[in-house]
């Protein structure tokens, strides 16, 4: 029960994204969906499986640093995504914007692993269980989005880019407290 709720829990800045995705692309092709979802899904089995086998050195060290890395990254990212708004020409479907948030959304995956270590937790089970969540939960985000994109219509991007934002804060504002 509680490898589910750490799924849950891990798939869903994953989902925050893929409602963005989805609501900026509402005529999506399927081919675009999978690759976002599989970025993010196969990043959250990555992530736990080198926590796993790296040890406590690298996951200190990213842990310390982790709150920091994802607010860069996610303001950076929400920052461009309302620079370009009104852009008629989309960027963020690119494979190293998608890299840059897979990586973002998943650096806690990393002590998580680290912590499966320590508790002796069966690493490949758990890890099929954490990238399918995020996968299924990256394809509903992608189909919520679409559907509350039609109630945004040309404001979608800067939702997209407050809502990366907002994620990105969070991320600085748990460091604080």
Do not use: C, R
Request: charged letters at 10%; a neutral charge; aromatic letters at 14%.
């Amino acid at each position: 029960m509680s490898l589910i709720l750490i799924a849950l829990a891990l798939a869903m800045d994953a989902l925050a994204i893929s409602i963005v995705y989805g609501s900026q692309y509402k005529n999506m092709p399927l081919y675009n969906a999978l690759k976002i979802a599989l970025f993010f899904g196969l990043f959250q089995i990555l992530m736990p499986l080198i926590g796993y086998f790296a040890g406590s050195y690298i996951t200190v060290y990213v842990q310390m640093y982790e709150p920091y890395i994802v607010f860069i990254i996610l303001v950076s990212l929400g920052y461009d995504m309302i620079k370009h708004a009104n852009d008629t020409k989309k960027t963020t479907l690119k494979t190293g914007t998608l890299l840059l948030l897979a990586l973002a959304t998943s650096i806690d995956a990393l002590a998580v692993g680290f912590t499966f270590s320590l508790e002796h937790i069966h690493i490949w089970f758990s890890i099929f269980i954490i990238g399918s969540f995020t996968f299924l939960f990256s394809l509903l985000g992608i189909y919520l989005g679409k559907k509350l994109g039609t109630h945004f219509e040309n404001k979608a991007e800067y939702l997209g880019g407050v809502i990366l934002t907002i994620l990105g804060i969070e991320a600085l504002i748990s460091q604080i407290h």
